[in-house]
């Protein structure tokens, strides 16, 4: 074989190992912005559940009664809400292996009255979690029940 033509050999091979990185480095930053695409849903989710959860605890707490069942969508990682009497914030949420995974205040809730003997807590099961909130004559704030 001439050298020429082993030169010719060599530097395809060189050009197609290059290519091949390069896809690699390609499916590999594909690979991230889809998981950080996945991430940014949850979070949505999230702030989307505290937000729905706020208005509709508004509603119920301008009315002068009313007993509602309310159904909210929460990512799958989300297992359990509770209510609790701590702190300036009221609800907070967790993952499936118990860890933080957010703290938010809701105005207008009977915190007292939900959480008699410590947390109030609500299991969410396949990302969906039903609730009742109920405001009576009497009351001056919502109460949440499941």
């Not at 809400?81 to 809730?109: E, P």
């Not at 990302?127 to 919502?142: E, P, R, W």
Request: proline share 2%; aromatic share 10%.
């Amino acid at each position: 074989m001439s050298k020429r033509g082993w030169r010719g050999q060599i530097q395809l091979s060189f050009g197609m190992i290059f290519s091949i990185i390069l896809i690699i480095i390609f499916i590999g930053f594909a690979f991230y912005a889809i998981q950080q695409f996945l991430g940014l849903q949850n979070n949505i989710k999230i702030s989307t559940f505290y937000n729905t959860l706020q208005s509709d605890v508004n509603a119920a707490w301008n009315s002068p009664q009313t007993t509602q069942t309310k159904s909210y969508n929460l990512p799958t990682s989300i297992k359990e809400i509770c209510f609790t009497k701590t702190g300036s914030d009221n609800l907070i949420t967790y993952t499936d292996n118990n860890q933080l995974a957010g703290i938010h205040n809701i105005d207008n809730l009977n915190i007292t009255a939900m959480t008699p003997r410590g947390d109030s807590c609500f299991n969410v099961t396949n990302g969906q979690l039903g609730l009742v909130l109920q405001k009576t004559f009497t009351d001056t704030l919502v109460t949440i029940t499941k």
